[in-house]
């Protein structure tokens, strides 16, 4: 009966850790991408050296997830636990939602100690991403800290995505926001405004199931 | 098993309530309803005092040299009075003067720009600035988390010892919310408990024909954010609200700040580029600078003959609250940091 019961809690538990979970990953080029590694870009590299970004509010299927996740590409775990094991519908906001923000400070993964809250200004920076540009020779710091949430520059996203039946990791491709380092914009981007609201839009299409 | 449950719960409830006394913000009644009130965000005596602790501490800097205190010490209405601007570690000096603090219970928006929408981010801004505290909510938590001091306290208020970033925050929030000034003479007089003499009365007057506008009583400001005609100061090029807005027709604008016990918050306005009342008084009656987003009520300027300056003067000098600036419950935490 013992033996029964210890073999129950062991495959249950298995099964939580096995399958009650959504890997969250970075990706480049359809690589999954290593913190302080160079990257080809173009004809040149890029070197990345910091990713941090909130999903918050995230709902599986038709269950709202107690915790969201603090993704840091320098941490070797980041996923969203998750009670069901297929995942065919997600929906996240990409950020801390403006009512969050406006009750000032919380605790947990949004405790300013993680550096994701700004001190010049009110809010949390919803998305991080820093690193460096090497091009013709020269090497050019980018920071991009998307955030905001008055004044008409509110930078939350909210996401959903359907997936297929095998669906085993939610993806976020930087392709499409490392093409700005390409234009003339702005490669310093740490404040509210028109600029974090156009590179939030890009990073909203930015996730994919896999 | 339910009854011994409910038994130790309800020990617990008694225990936990005397440890933990609620308290209220005290204000005249005419006065209006606190953004930050009862409802919705409880003020904790504990708490109250832990967060002055804190406010008082110079572990909150990087070289554990400078504490909020510093730059807002109780005696100065919690501000300071030897520099323009405020003064942080290593001497260095940063690009505002610190605004005094008080009846912060009443503000929307903190700071001269209002880029602070919440009193619990407050502190961040000068724990982060280089020019101020150069450290970060991080370095504090790990200094905190070694100091049994602290970790005492925590125990007693939390159900367990642990520092986070976000109760240090809110801790000085308590603290800054609990501030609260309104025993000045003026006051004492508006109550029916004190009178005006004459020229206190002609300066109360005068105040309320031309200033009262933007330093609306009771609190002595509307906290909205006004272009008063200084010139832009060329080396420091500050922008005021247009920081915080990006938005053109907020540019050069600043909160209008409370003129409460404004005998001992100079030096005066946002670069603290005036000593003394006199000149600020002199600033509106003849050098108001135009530019295109001054004030419409500073078109004209505001003019004074020179008995109205000193009975403007004179009235202002009611606006001072000593019973607040020396309040024990203000004071360095003596008994917190004697501890060992």
């Known amino acids: 009966m013992i033996r029964t019961i210890f073999i129950l809690i062991l495959f249950v538990a298995l099964r939580v850790s096995a399958q009650d979970s959504i890997p969250v990953k970075v990706m480049y080029d359809r690589l999954e991408l290593q913190p302080g590694k160079t990257i080809l870009f173009q004809n040149d590299s890029i070197r990345i050296d910091v990713v941090k970004f909130y999903l918050t509010n995230v709902v599986v299927g038709e269950s709202e997830l107690s915790s969201g996740l603090l993704f840091d590409l320098e941490e070797d775990q980041n996923y969203l636990l998750t009670p069901v094991s297929q995942i065919d519908e997600v929906q996240f906001t990409l950020g801390v939602d403006s009512l969050t923000n406006a009750n000032g400070i919380s605790g947990g993964i949004l405790d300013p100690i993680h550096g994701m809250y700004w001190s010049w200004q009110s809010g949390y920076i919803n998305f991080k991403l820093e690193g460096i540009h090497f091009e013709n020779g020269i090497a050019e710091e980018f920071s991009f800290h998307i955030g905001g949430f008055l004044n008409g520059y509110n930078c939350e996203r909210r996401i959903q995505l359907e997936g297929s039946s095998n669906v085993s990791r939610l993806e976020l491709d930087l392709n499409s926001i490392l093409q700005t380092l390409s234009t003339d914009q702005a490669k310093k981007i740490m404040s509210p405004g028109k600029r974090a609201m156009e590179l939030a839009d890009i990073l909203a299409g930015s996730f994919f199931l896999r | ?340």
């Open chain 2, 1 to 340: 098993m339910r009854l011994v449950a409910i038994f130790f719960g309800l020990i617990f409830l008694l225990v936990g309530f005397r440890s933990n006394q609620s308290i209220e913000l005290i204000f005249p009644s005419s006065w209006p309803e606190p953004i930050y009130n009862g409802n919705n965000y409880p003020l904790n005596e504990q708490k109250v005092e832990l967060g002055r602790a804190l406010f008082f501490d110079p572990q909150l800097s990087s070289d554990n040299t400078i504490s909020c205190a510093s730059c807002h010490s109780p005696y100065n209405a919690f501000t300071h009075v030897d520099h323009q601007l405020s003064h942080g570690i290593n001497d260095r000096i940063g690009t505002r003067n610190s605004p005094a603090i008080f009846n912060l219970a009443w503000q929307k928006d903190l700071m001269w720009d209002g880029a602070i929408h919440h009193i619990d981010a407050q502190a961040l801004a000068p724990i982060n600035h280089p020019d101020e505290m150069g450290s970060s909510i991080n370095e504090i938590v790990q200094k905190l988390n070694k100091d049994d001091r602290y970790k005492r306290v925590f125990k007693s208020i939390y159900s367990d010892d642990l520092i986070t970033g976000e109760r240090v925050l809110k801790l000085l929030g308590q603290f800054m919310i609990s501030l609260v000034s309104c025993d000045s003479k003026y006051d004492r007089v508006m109550s029916g408990r004190d009178k005006f003499d004459e020229q206190e009365k002609r300066g109360y007057e005068l105040f309320c024909k031309n200033c009262s506008e933007c330093h609306k009583e009771p609190l002595f400001s509307d906290y909205s954010f006004r272009n008063n005609g200084l010139e832009s100061d060329p080396q420091l090029k500050d922008i005021g609200r247009m920081k915080v807005t990006q938005n053109r027709m907020d540019s050069l604008k600043f909160k209008v700040p409370s003129l409460r016990n404004i005998e001992f918050t100079f030096p005066y306005m946002h670069d603290g580029r005036y000593k003394k009342l006199t000149e600020v008084i002199d600033h509106y009656d003849r050098k108001i600078h135009f530019s295109n987003t001054l004030d419409p009520i500073l078109e004209k300027g505001i003019h004074f003959t020179t008995n109205e300056k000193v009975d403007l003067v004179a009235f202002l000098l009611t606006l001072t609250d000593k019973n607040f600036m020396f309040a024990p419950e203000h004071g360095y935490p003596k008994d917190f940091f004697d501890q060992k």
